[in-house]
């Protein structure tokens, strides 16, 4: 941890208003947030990628093959066009999914950006709000 | 200083340190930074505890899914003659040949050594309130989360303050008492 020399620490403005508390708060909270849900985008991405790879692959495979697909946690056998179907619209809600997460991500990151910019006018080398 | 309430799940809310000076006299600083410190062990400890319980959350609605969708899959074949053949897990490494005919009821195990049977749409209801209570569960968990990240905010920049008062005044008043 920095510790401040003194002549920052007689002018840091040791007064915190419950506006100011009300946006630290915040800004920790909003960081907790967007570190949760990077972890789920990343997970959800690479099941996506999973699924890309299986499309491509079931491309080359031949058309009477019956195809062990997982639902659940079992195997069903299934013909190429249902397995391909049903690949198609996983892929579908993935890419959705991906989707709100990553405006989600863009919200807060913006919102953090406000935080940040108001927090360092009122408290400057006083605080730290880098990850 | 905000009053002390408390939110829906009954979590007290952190005092708010306005001016530190109205907050704790000097010889009072020892005292109340030592309440400070059990008062935010106690916030970390929910706070564990919370990750705890979203942590088995977080794991059972995934399995509530999956069968859900294997129900799901029944329901979209029960109209077609032909049974569905599967390779189903017989022990952790072991599968074993299935086919089954035409499904119309299931059986789910409901916990505590208790099966039960039902048809593929009750169960199907049945399920998809299962998963909705989990995922309700999860969000009230997350928002105690957030409230208890905003209370251990509080008490850390409450403490960090009352401390540098502390050195402040120590400072100010050995300056004053060399002079």
Redesign the interface.
């Known amino acids: 941890m920095k510790m401040l020399d003194q002549q920052d620490?007689d002018s840091a403005d040791?007064?915190?208003?419950?506006e100011d508390?009300k946006n630290?708060?915040a800004f920790?909270?909003l960081n907790?947030?967007i570190q949760n849900l990077e972890e789920a985008y990343e997970e959800k991405k690479k099941e996506k990628e999973y699924l890309d790879d299986l499309s491509s692959e079931l491309e080359l495979a031949d058309e009477d093959e019956?195809i062990?697909y997982r639902?659940?946690?079992?195997?069903?056998?299934l013909t190429l066009d249902a397995t391909q179907s049903r690949i198609e619209s996983e892929q579908e809600t993935l890419s959705k999914e991906l989707e709100q997460f990553s405006t989600k991500i863009d919200g807060i990151t913006d919102e953090m950006s406000k935080l940040k910019v108001l927090l360092y006018k009122k408290f400057g080398t006083s605080i730290n709000l880098e990850r | 200083m905000a009053q002390l309430e408390a939110n829906p799940r009954g979590i007290p809310q952190a005092p708010f340190v306005g001016k530190v000076e109205e907050f704790t006299t000097e010889s009072e600083v020892e005292g109340t930074l030592k309440k400070f410190q059990e008062m935010l062990s106690k916030y970390k400890y929910m706070e564990t505890h919370l990750l705890q319980r979203k942590k088995s959350l977080e794991s059972k609605i995934p399995d509530i899914k999956k069968t859900l969708d294997m129900v799901d899959f029944l329901i979209s074949n029960e109209s077609s003659p032909e049974p569905i053949l599967t390779q189903y897990e017989l022990n952790d490494t072991l599968y074993a040949h299935a086919s089954i005919p035409s499904p119309k009821t299931v059986n789910l195990w409901l916990g505590a050594n208790v099966m039960l049977e039902y048809s593929t749409s009750e169960a199907r209801t049945l399920l998809s309130q299962k998963l909705g209570s989990a995922r309700t569960s999860l969000e009230q968990v997350d928002e105690d989360l957030e409230f208890l990240r905003d209370q251990i905010t509080t008490m850390e920049v409450n403490t960090a303050r009352v401390y540098n008062y502390d050195v402040k005044l120590r400072r100010l008043r050995k300056e004053a008492g060399g002079k």
Do not use: A, Y
């Open positions: 620490e040791t007064e915190v208003t419950w508390q630290i708060n920790s909270r907790m947030r019956l062990k639902v659940g946690d079992t195997f069903v056998n």
